[in-house]
């Protein structure tokens, strides 16, 4: 039988790389594999920023895996740049909008990247 070596859960296997009750890498787990599951806050932040502009809010949040506000933030951005052709002054609020959507997903990465790294799983 072999156990974690956090909190001492069952591990399947000798082979394994993350214990399945904690989250926590044990032996052959490595840093580059938890590396490459992270997400690169300042490509999201360009990709919300980019799409953004182009009418397309949530993009960079479906980038790090929350498709469901990712779409929910489409949807309204939409919203928002309709009444923005109906009635101009709105667009100040699509601009506010806009830079809070691509300052909310720096942020989620930025927690993406710590929950990957001190639990060796995605948090969503």
């Excluded at 490509?43 to 980038?63: C, D, E, P, Q």
């Excluded at 951005?77 to 052709?85: N, S």
């Excluded at 909008?97 to 997903?105: E, G, K, M, S």
Aim: charged share 10%; proline share 5%; with cysteine.
């Amino acid at each position: 039988m072999v156990y974690c070596r956090n909190c001492g859960g069952n591990l399947p296997s000798e082979n394994s790389s993350f214990c399945p009750v904690c989250g926590k890498p044990q032996n052959n787990a490595s840093a580059v594999t938890m590396a490459s599951q992270t997400k690169n806050p300042g490509t999201a932040i360009i990709i919300a920023l980019i799409a953004g502009i182009l009418g397309f809010n949530g993009i960079g949040h479906m980038y790090i895996g929350k498709i469901g506000k990712g779409i929910i933030l489409l949807i309204v951005g939409w919203i928002i740049l309709a009444l923005t052709i109906l009635f101009i002054p709105v667009g100040i609020i699509y601009i506010i909008f806009w830079l809070w959507q691509a300052y909310d997903v720096n942020s989620k990465a930025k927690y993406y990247n710590n929950f990957i790294l001190n639990n060796g799983k995605t948090p969503w």
